[in-house]
């Protein structure tokens, strides 16, 4: 994993204040230090909070598919059906069973009340009350039994039409119409496209201000711009070989341009540093040399050659060859005419 420090500038447009050269009447700018939080900057992964994989939980033959790879589902959403014929009978001979088993208890149970009577009339002898007794509670045991099997016939028919368990993209489909499928067997995958968060390593010298400030942004790579980070989970133990701390950043609902899978910067404020600034229209660059016009106090010229850092926004940050308070000229082309201008009246 590759690990930035980076800076951003606030209100970058607002250091420019254009002058004029006497001589030539040029814009000019003076070279400014700013105040700029210090970044650092880690590679993240974009996933799903909200990924699962529907599989089959009876067996039998597919009757048909309603959704494919990147259709939308919306929760509730009939996604598969499984021949049901089968378990169609199952349900009608679970329900037979379970009228025959009422039809018995009662039976039983007229039987155990009549015998209780002559029970107490002394009319039949404790065996075969006891007998009687016997048979109601198998008869109950079977009422509950059949029940149970009525119950399991409902679920297994259910199960035949299966149902979007949230709403969400579709991203792999494993099945056709026509497959004959077990228990287990893998139907169709998708996440939720809302819910979204980044995974990231953090070093162990940067954690500490992540920890205190809980503050971090995720940027898209091809185009800088920010995603909002709605919590901040810290994982309280570290990776004994990089020394850095798992962090997962739960994303605000994203936009369609987020996908699991993508690579994306997290940026943490660690600090405050200040850079020297020129714009980026001021710098000359030809072939491996990068310089700028300076003019001095007494509105001479001169090309000065200057090592540039990073850019922000139309802002260069020069890292060496010029100090803060010099001017330089905003237009190069038309410095570097009245450079030479200069130089001729000079000769």
């Known amino acids: 994993m590759r690990y930035l420090y980076r800076l ?34 880690v590679d993240g992964v974009v996933e799903a909070r909200r990924k699962a994989t529907i599989s089959a939980e009876v067996a039998g ?33 679970a329900r037979a069973a379970l009228a025959e088993a009422e039809a018995n208890l009662q039976e039983m149970q007229l039987e155990y009340d009549r015998n209780q009577d002559l ?39 259910g199960h035949t039409v299966v149902r979007a368990p949230y709403s969400g993209v579709v991203v792999e489909r494993q099945v056709e119409p026509g497959e004959y499928v077990r228990p287990g067997q893998a ?22 201000s992540l920890r205190s400030g809980r503050k971090a942004r995720v940027v898209l790579l091809e185009d800088g711009n920010r995603v909002e980070v709605e919590r901040i989970t810290i994982h309280p133990f570290a990776d004994s070989k990089s020394h850095s701390f798992p ?36 710098m000359v660059s030809r072939s491996e040399i990068n310089a700028v016009y300076v003019e001095d106090e007494a509105g001479r010229l001169s090309l000065r050659q200057v090592r540039p850092g990073t ?13 803060a308070g010099e001017t330089i000229v905003l237009d190069p082309v038309r410095a570097g005419i009245e450079l030479k201008r200069q130089r001729d009246s000079d000769q």
């Open 247 to 282: 962090v997962r950043l739960d994303l605000a609902p994203a936009t369609s341009r987020l996908f699991p899978g993508m690579l994306v910067k997290v940026v943490v404020d660690i600090g405050d540093t200040s850079r020297l600034l020129v714009p980026g229209q001021a």
């Open 311 to 323: 850019r922000y926004g139309d802002q260069i940050e020069i890292l060496a060859g010029l100090d």
């Open 187 to 208: 139907f169709m995958t998708g996440y939720a496209p809302d819910q979204l968060r980044v995974d990231v390593n953090v070093s162990q010298s940067v954690i500490a």
């Open 119 to 157: 029970r107490r009339q002394k009319l039949i002898s404790q065996a075969v009350f006891d007998k009687t007794s016997a048979s109601l509670k198998a008869a109950q045991a079977r009422m509950t039994s059949a029940q149970a099997e009525l119950a399991k016939a409902r679920e297994q028919l």
């Open 8 to 41: 951003i500038l606030p209100g970058i447009g607002l250091l420019a204040t254009s002058a004029a050269i006497a001589a030539g009447n040029l814009p000019t700018v003076v070279a400014t230090r700013v105040e700029m939080p210090l970044e650092y900057q």
């Open 61 to 93: 033959k597919i009757e048909a598919v309603y959704f494919d790879v990147d259709d939308a589902v919306q929760q509730g959403d009939v996604v598969l059906r499984i021949r049901d014929l089968e378990y169609r009978s199952r349900l009608e001979q």
